[in-house]
Nanobody, 110 residues
């Protein structure tokens, strides 16, 4: 499985970004998809995940601000990020169990 993430960039605090991740898997709709992030000097951490049926989970740090969604026909998972904070600055990675994308950098300025 190959994963291609995009949509990162520089945004001011309070702003929004939408990340996308396209998967090469034939059976994309069967996979649990996740977003993780890694800030400088910190370990990679779970951000959000979505099941094949659309059920989602979030870390406490992003709950109420971020929304994960998926379009199985496009083999794409999204992460809508609103009310961004400087502490959201990190490289964001999409994930299928056992596989990682290359990451996309999100920088939130104060």
């Amino acid at each position: 499985v190959q994963l291609q993430a995009s949509g990162g960039g520089l945004v001011q605090a309070g702003g929004s970004l939408r990340l996308s991740c396209v998967a090469s898997a034939r059976t994309f709709s069967n996979y649990y998809m996740g977003w993780f992030r890694q800030a400088p000097g910190k370990e990679r951490e779970f951000v959000a995940g979505i099941s094949w049926s659309g059920g989602s989970t979030y870390s406490d740090s992003v709950k109420g601000r971020f929304t994960i969604s998926r379009e199985n026909a496009k083999k794409t998972v999204y992460l809508q990020m609103n009310s961004l904070k400087p502490e959201d600055t990190a490289v964001y990675y999409c994930n299928v169990p056992g596989f990682w994308g290359q990451g996309t950098l999100v920088t939130v300025s104060s």
